[in-house]
């Protein structure tokens, strides 16, 4: 099964600071990555999915940017945060070869 | 345009008892439906899910009901335990993309 790493756990950063969330993926191969953002009382948004290397599309229009240099790893960026940016980040993985999703334990991020 | 709804934020019922929780769709387009658990700064952890072709799935203390006619699918609890505590989403899934589609969550309250 699938194991999913994020990384920081929490961060606080200054409005205008660049940003650079890392997801990290064991135990499959060539999955679907996706980054959802849970802002404070509101549901699972989507941000960015990913269905292999290069390959990143995107949901909403925004500051963020995501990549996928390789093939289990997402990085979720910016170049500078705004106050709306605040939230709790979460990367998935498509389980295989069923089709639920499973989360990472999230970075929770504030920015100031 | 909200393709998945939860119209309850929040529910409390007794410990032992049974928690429906219900959830509301408009997407005709969906092939299958999840339910995912998510305590306060913790990813979703996915519970149980539905195909499109069954009307429902039982997994232990856990139960999914679809109506399709109705566009309408519960998740029932029984009983229910004060570490079910926490916020559930429904989301919605399938035909040609990779995407979920959740709904803003219920928080349930189990009272011991």
């Known amino acids: 099964s699938q194991t999913i790493h994020q990384w920081p756990a929490t961060l606080v950063q200054p409005v205008g600071s660049p940003l650079s969330l890392e997801c990290t993926v064991e135990?499959?191969?060539?999955?679907?990555l996706y980054w959802y953002r849970q802002a404070a009382g509101r549901g699972l948004q989507l941000l960015f999915y990913?269905?292999?290397?290069?390959?990143i599309s995107s949901e909403v229009p925004q500051n963020l940017s995501a990549s996928r240099p390789q093939d289990r790893q997402f990085i979720l960026s910016s170049k500078k945060l705004l106050l709306s940016d605040s939230g709790f980040y979460l990367c998935?993985?498509?389980?295989?070869?069923?089709?639920?999703?499973?989360f990472g334990p999230g970075t929770r991020l504030t920015v100031t | 345009d909200q393709q998945v709804k939860q119209n309850s934020p929040s529910l409390s019922v007794q410990e032992g008892r049974i928690s429906i929780l219900n959830c509301d769709y408009t997407n005709s387009m969906f092939d299958y439906f999840l339910w995912y658990k998510k305590y306060p700064a913790e990813g979703p952890t996915f519970l149980i899910s539905?195909?499109?072709?069954?009307d429902k799935n039982e997994d232990g203390r856990f139960t999914v009901f679809l109506n399709k006619s109705a566009k309408h699918l519960s998740l029932h609890i029984v009983p229910s335990q004060p570490g079910d505590s926490a916020v559930y989403f429904c989301?919605?899934?399938?035909?040609?993309?990779?995407?979920?589609?959740f709904g803003k969550g219920t928080l349930l309250t189990v009272n011991p």
């Open positions: 539905i195909s499109s072709i069954k």
């Open positions: 990913s269905v292999g290397i290069g390959q």
């Open positions: 135990g499959t191969s060539n999955p679907n």
């Open positions: 998935a993985c498509e389980g295989w070869p069923s089709y639920e999703q499973y």
């Open positions: 989301a919605g899934g399938g035909g040609s993309n990779y995407k979920l589609t």
